[in-house]
């Protein structure tokens, strides 16, 4: 078996580099999106997309400090989707500013969606026997700047709350707010290719997120080898492929170096393009950096404009 420290690197000499996978506070990251541009700007990133969870809310701040440090900003966002029973995120890029188009309902009515569902978290959470969770406590972890309230929050509310029970984050995710947790609210979603027909209607392009993270989180160590990612991958991106998807996030954090190059291979196979992106979050994923992941991630600038130019047109 490969060793597990063997993290990605560049792709050749880089001239530039790019991150195509941030959050703000405007949904589960900790920083508002005027620091994430001043973040591009000190890690010398030429793009960043913001890709908040099912909203562009943060966007016109976002491109407002980005143009004032020189950092192009795209509008996007990660759609979330349900593929054959799975969870599946999909990130959408260089979505319009028409606020009446079809994607822009889709996510409105996606994000809308997160309201319902905090309200019935808290009632599962009660009657758990955790009655010391309100809104208003979840608040307090959220802080001021933070627009839109999720499971992040309400976990960093569960440690403060109930330190004696939980030591740290993934604990709570485990007992709890997890997908096999005890109080666990299933989320509205939309179809891969729903979500990619609705882009293509808005100009934009989707990319499947952290493949590795959605098809191989059931595997073990061991069994993580670059031919059983190849068997599992594969098969799906084809499908979705056919249903309009137009990337595979290839260089991400969470991958290592062969790991990445063979996604970017089985993008290339397909005819679509390889992106890549830290999914910075801020404090609530301490060891990554925009643009950078856990240190050796450098995303080139050719794919941004690979990308642009797999936009439909017309």
Same mark, same amino acid.
């Given at each position: =078996?490969?060793?597990?420290?063997?993290?990605?690197?560049a792709?050749?000499?880089?001239? /530039?580099v790019?991150d195509?996978?941030?959050?703000?506070?405007c949904s589960? +990251?900790?920083d508002?999106?005027?620091r994430? %541009?001043r973040?591009?700007?000190?890690?010398?990133?030429t793009?960043?997309?913001?890709t908040?969870?099912?909203?562009? /809310? +943060?966007?016109d %701040?976002f491109?407002?400090?980005?143009?004032?440090?020189g950092? @192009?900003?795209? @509008?996007?966002?990660?759609?979330?989707c349900?593929?054959e029973?799975?969870?599946?995120?999909?990130?959408?890029?260089?979505?319009?500013d028409?606020?009446?188009s079809?994607l822009?309902?889709?996510?409105?009515?996606l994000s809308?969606?997160?309201?319902?569902?905090?309200?019935?978290?808290?009632?599962r959470?009660?009657?758990?026997?955790?009655?010391?969770?309100t809104?208003?406590?979840?608040?307090?972890?959220?802080?001021?700047?933070?627009?839109?309230i999720?499971?992040?929050?309400? %976990?960093?509310?569960l440690?403060r709350?109930y330190?004696?029970?939980?030591?740290?984050l993934? +604990?709570v995710?485990?007992?709890?707010l +997890?997908?096999?947790?005890a109080?666990?609210?299933e989320?509205?979603?939309?179809?891969?290719?729903? /979500?990619?027909a609705a882009?293509?209607?808005? $100009?934009a392009?989707?990319? =499947?997120?952290?493949?590795?993270?959605?098809?191989?989180?059931d595997?073990?160590?061991?069994d993580?080898?670059?031919?059983?990612?190849?068997?599992? &991958?594969?098969? &799906?991106?084809?499908r979705?492929?056919?249903?309009g998807? $137009?990337?595979?996030e290839s260089?991400?954090?969470?991958?290592d170096?062969?790991?990445?190059?063979l996604?970017?291979s089985?993008?290339?196979?397909?005819?679509?393009v390889p992106?890549g992106g830290s999914?910075?979050?801020?404090t609530?994923?301490?060891?990554l950096?925009?643009g950078?992941?856990t240190g050796?991630?450098?995303?080139p600038?050719?794919?941004?404009?690979e990308?642009e130019?797999?936009?439909p @047109? $017309?």
């Amino acid at each position: =078996m490969r060793s597990r420290e063997v993290r990605h690197k560049a792709l050749g000499t880089l001239s /530039a580099v790019i991150d195509l996978h941030c959050h703000s506070s405007c949904s589960d +990251g900790t920083d508002p999106p005027e620091r994430l %541009a001043r973040l591009a700007a000190e890690a010398e990133l030429t793009a960043v997309a913001l890709t908040d969870h099912d909203t562009v /809310a +943060g966007f016109d %701040a976002f491109d407002s400090a980005c143009q004032q440090r020189g950092v @192009r900003a795209i @509008r996007a966002a990660e759609i979330s989707c349900l593929d054959e029973g799975r969870s599946m995120h999909v990130l959408c890029y260089f979505i319009s500013d028409d606020e009446g188009s079809a994607l822009r309902r889709l996510l409105a009515t996606l994000s809308g969606d997160r309201d319902r569902r905090n309200v019935v978290l808290l009632e599962r959470l009660a009657s758990l026997g955790y009655d010391r969770v309100t809104i208003e406590e979840v608040r307090k972890s959220a802080g001021e700047e933070t627009a839109s309230i999720g499971r992040p929050h309400f %976990a960093n509310a569960l440690l403060r709350l109930y330190p004696t029970e939980f030591t740290n984050l993934q +604990g709570v995710f485990d007992a709890l707010l +997890g997908s096999s947790g005890a109080a666990y609210v299933e989320k509205a979603h939309v179809t891969v290719a729903e /979500a990619s027909a609705a882009a293509r209607a808005d $100009g934009a392009v989707t990319a =499947m997120a952290h493949p590795l993270i959605t098809l191989m989180a059931d595997a073990r160590a061991d069994d993580r080898t670059l031919d059983t990612i190849e068997r599992r &991958v594969e098969p &799906v991106l084809e499908r979705l492929v056919n249903d309009g998807l $137009g990337g595979l996030e290839s260089f991400y954090s969470r991958h290592d170096a062969l790991e990445a190059q063979l996604l970017a291979s089985l993008a290339r196979r397909h005819g679509i393009v390889p992106t890549g992106g830290s999914d910075f979050h801020g404090t609530t994923k301490p060891d990554l950096a925009l643009g950078r992941g856990t240190g050796s991630l450098a995303v080139p600038d050719e794919l941004l404009v690979e990308l642009e130019a797999a936009r439909p @047109r $017309g």
